[in-house]
Nanobody, 119 residues
Framework: QVQLVESGGGLVQAGGSLRLSCAASGRTFSLYRMGWFRQAPGKERELVAAIRWGGGNTAYADSVKGRFIISRDNAKNTVYLQMNSLKPEDTAVYSC????????????WGQGTQVTVSS
């Protein structure tokens, strides 16, 4: 099993920045890819950014390209989402997820953290 714990959400004004963290523990050696998802009220869950567990091979939703950066710290087993130039439409619950080797779906999920961007 793998446990994921997010932190770093909060309230920020439009144009501001936040950094989310996702700390992984447990059988992390089995992981292949990490992703940050978000879900706003009344909307479907959206994959915002993803990165290979070993680093590299990043991908971003068009809505956040150029503003968000996903990265990871190997020593800390932590994945980050640096969010810049935040907009009110970025308001959502952000969750990190992990995909195991050989899996087509994200198998493990964190509890989520609220990000609210005020105009």
């Amino acid at each position: 099993q793998v446990q994921l714990v997010e932190s770093g959400g909060g309230l920020v004004q439009a144009g501001g920045s936040l950094r989310l963290s996702c700390a992984a523990s447990g059988r992390t050696f089995s992981l292949y890819r990490m992703g940050w998802f978000r879900q706003a009220p009344g909307k479907e869950r959206e994959l915002v950014a993803a990165i290979r567990w070993g680093g590299g091979n990043t991908a971003y939703a068009d809505s956040v390209k150029g503003r968000f950066i996903i990265s990871r710290d190997n020593a800390k087993n932590t994945v980050y989402l640096q969010m810049n130039s935040l907009k009110p439409e970025d308001t959502a619950v952000y969750s990190c997820a992990a995909k195991g080797s050989g899996s087509s779906d994200y198998d493990y999920w964190g509890q989520g953290t609220q990000v609210t961007v005020s105009s």
